[in-house]
């Protein structure tokens, strides 16, 4: 079993590898079969590379920036949840700001193998 300051550990190197564009940080997270849900009427991205791709193509390819505040972070068990606030600017210069919460599984391994996305604009 995963402890918790490991799990901590893990989603600050995973938030930290998105904010700086790092693919391979970003996968390094994800269990080869994880389920990555956005509730907000897309459909669930399955897989690793699946994740990563979808990174790709929706943060790397139209955004320019953005920087995610570390609102809270709930451990518990096998399982994690994160208050975040995110300011952003896309590639045509538009800024937005967001905050959900995500919650994360892990396994016995110490892979996310579902997380789980609530966002709303602000």
């Known amino acids: ?5 490991e799990i901590r550990n893990r989603l600050e190197r995973f938030l930290t ?3 700086k564009w790092d693919p391979n940080g970003y996968a390094e997270f ?7 849900v956005d509730p907000n009427g897309s459909d669930p991205v399955k897989g690793r590379d699946a ?4 990174y790709r193509d929706k943060r790397m ?3 320019s920036s953005w920087e995610i505040q570390r609102d809270d972070i709930f451990v518990a068990g096998q399982g ?3 208050r975040w606030t995110v300011h952003l600017e896309d590639k045509q210069g538009e800024k937005a700001s967001y905050e ?6 892990f396994n016995n391994a110490g892979e996310c193998c ?9």
Request: proline share 2%; glycine share 2%.
């Open 61 to 63: 390819a139209k955004l």
């Open 100 to 105: 959900g919460i995500d919650t994360f599984a």
């Open 114 to 122: 579902e997380m789980i996305t609530f966002p709303r604009k602000i």
């Open 80 to 82: 994690a949840a994160l």
């Open 30 to 36: 994800f269990s080869i079969d994880a389920v990555k």
């Open 51 to 54: 994740i990563v791709t979808r």
């Open 17 to 19: 590898a998105a904010e």
């Open 1 to 5: 079993m995963i402890d918790q300051m």
